[in-house]
């Protein structure tokens, strides 16, 4: 069974992902480089947009319970990030420790605004802080890719991953469009996760050891990091084990239940 990160965990893993994304582009000598996972954007246009995001989550989870995400003037500041690499880091060091010390005072039962509304990830600063660790880790992938020098997902991050992306971005309330349908998500070095799609919404379960729940109608195989990174759309879906009916996940992919 896998075993479930506790809060103090997840603060862990974000502290993490974050020193070796900072690692990454600390090495840098052209900020300017593109970033291939991320059509458009420089490496500096990644380092502002994860400082940036930090400390977004950051004023998100300070506000409390609300029902709209607070002002951008609440975390963007009145000045852009510094382009000379090192002020950029420390910048970018502020950000990370902002978010950190945010989540320490809160604890992982406070509630706060979401993006994910009616999905199965908690609107607390706990549901926040394993998103932020799912954040931070796809992107220090990015910024290894950039480097030339792209690193596996760390199985614990990517085991965690896995559930969380089915949890924060499939699962919901919204109907599926479509007939019904399940789709397994086997991950060679853990569980399968299986995600109903209906007229009622999508809800996804982590399948016990030896369950037989059935025949699915689409099904990916793969490492955890391997899947992580094709839900984020880093890796085309061919680098994984496809069996099933691929217009499901097709159609899953051009879902999106707020239009």
Known sequence: MQPTLEFPDRLRLIDD??????????SATDLDAPVPACPGWTLFDLIQHVGRGRRKAAAIVA?????????????????EPPRELPALLAWLDESVELLAST??????DRGCWTWWGDSQSPQTAGGVARH???????????????????????????LDGVEEFQFTCCATTVGWPH???????HATDGPTWRLRL???????????????PGVADASLRGTAGELVLAFYERIPLE??????????LDRLIDWDPSA
Do not use: N
Not at 239 to 248: A, E, N
């Open 239 to 248: 680098s994984l084990k496809v069996d099933g009916d691929r217009r499901v």
């Open 63 to 79: 506000a409390g319970p609300a029902d709209a995400p607070p002002p951008a003037s609440a975390w963007q500041g009145d000045t």
């Open 103 to 108: 989540l320490r005072e809160a604890g992982p």
């Open 17 to 26: 992902r974050s020193t070796a994304f900072r690692a990454a582009v600390a």
């Open 179 to 185: 007939e019904p349908a399940v789709v397994d998500y």
């Open 132 to 158: 932020q660790i799912q954040e931070v880790a796809v992107h220090t992938y990015d910024a290894q890719l950039t480097l030339g020098a792209p690193q596996p997902l760390p199985a614990g991050i990517a």
């Open 198 to 212: 209906s007229g009622d919404g999508a809800r996804v379960d982590r399948l016990a050891a030896g369950e037989d």
